[in-house]
């Protein structure tokens, strides 16, 4: 279940749902699925849920739990995606094993939530460290990074963001630069259409994929306007991760945030992924992952003429746009492919649910 998760979510959908598919599993997919113009997969069953966004969730959490309700005798286990849906399970009595995958730092996300008033941000903050520790010692967790560990008091499965690693690749070309992933102020956006405009006299194209948030979207189409970038909204990653293929570069422009600094963005994996390489700013855990590959390029926080001179430095030189890009395809086949974690996540799920293979 997710209420506030797009229904094609990578991490939900075309990672965790498929590998269970993949498994022998039938899933029942709830979500916002009307609410995001989605249609159900054919290989789930798709349930239709409110959506929760800004401040209004309330309405998503009531049907969310009288969903719950309805199909506690009928599943082996729920799996729910949003500390939001803590509060449609919690209660319920001769309910299945319930499992919070957890995404984010979420007490850390507080500061990058414009619809919530500054002075709410303390009392909201410690309520959800308090939900945490609640949600631990009654239901089983999931980690998305290493780094939400001491958060906890236990020991939880990792389940990283990692990606499907294609067999092949095409080598990066000369001309375009992607960005993949949400769109808003402290995620780079501003920092991306500047840099659309410093590479066009230069006939470079900036390409962003991705939702983006409602502060951001009048100066999107503002820049598309004025032909200085193309922006395909969201689009499915199955889809949107074909437009990564033959690009000169990939971006992750994340600004200095406490919810970024110990997580590992999954762009930079897509784009290793897709041999094309990565131009990040200096958030710890992007850093740790270029260096270590030397599969990129790190520039300044804010800094959009840093940005183009790195895109320009590896349009001139076609053997180590190569070799970056190469480098980081074949880390991200060794170490970052789905399918290595894949039946780590599934066989916790199926212990979780007493289900015997």
């Known amino acids: 279940m997710t209420v506030v998760h797009n229904p094609e979510d990578a991490r939900i959908l075309h990672r965790q749902i498929r590998a269970l598919v ?37 309405a998503a959490v009531i049907a969310a739990r009288r969903l719950f309700k309805r199909m506690r ?10 500390p939001e849906l803590l509060f449609a399970v919690w209660g319920v009595r001769n309910r299945p094993p319930v499992v919070w995958d957890v995404h984010e730092d979420t007490p850390a996300t507080l500061s990058l939530k414009p619809w919530l008033p500054a002075p709410l ?6 309520l959800a460290r308090l939900l945490e520790g609640t949600a631990e010692r009654h239901m089983h967790l999931l980690l998305a990074e290493t780094a939400y560990a001491g958060r906890f008091k236990d020991a939880h499965l990792i389940v990283p963001n990692e990606t499907w690693v294609p067999d092949s690749v095409t080598p990066p070309g000369d001309d375009r630069v992607v960005y993949l992933g949400w769109l808003s102020r402290a995620r ?53 991760l074909k437009r990564l293929d033959g690009a000169l570069a990939g971006l992750s422009l994340l600004h200095d945030e406490p919810n970024y600094r110990h997580s590992m963005p999954t762009k930079i994996v897509e784009y290793m992924a897709h041999g094309i390489p990565v131009i ?16 990129g390029m790190v520039v300044p926080w804010q800094d959009p003429k840093a940005v183009a001179q790195a895109v320009l430095m590896l349009r001139d030189d076609v053997r180590e746009r190569h070799a970056q890009g190469a480098r980081g395809y074949a880390a991200a086949r060794a170490n970052h492919h789905w399918p290595n974690s894949a039946k780590r996540f599934v066989s916790q799920l199926e212990s979780w649910a007493g289900v015997n293979r």
């Open 22 to 58: 993949d498994a022998g599993h039938e899933v029942t997919y709830a979500a916002s699925f009307t609410a995001h113009g989605v249609v159900p997969r054919p290989w789930v069953n798709g349930v239709d849920l409110p959506r929760a966004a800004q401040r209004k969730r309330v």
């Open 73 to 82: 005798d009928k599943v082996d286990l729920v799996l729910i995606h949003d």
């Open 121 to 126: 941000r303390p009392p909201v903050r410690f």
């Open 188 to 240: 780079g956006v501003f920092e991306a259409v500047e840099v659309a405009r410093l590479l066009q006299p230069y006939r470079v194209a900036v390409e962003l994929i991705g939702y983006a948030d409602p502060q951001s979207r009048p100066m999107l189409k503002q820049a598309v306007a004025e032909g200085l970038l193309e922006w395909r909204d969201f689009m499915p990653n199955d889809e949107a």
């Open 280 to 295: 990040t700013t200096p958030s710890p855990r992007a850093v740790e992952l270029v260096e270590r590959y030397d599969s």
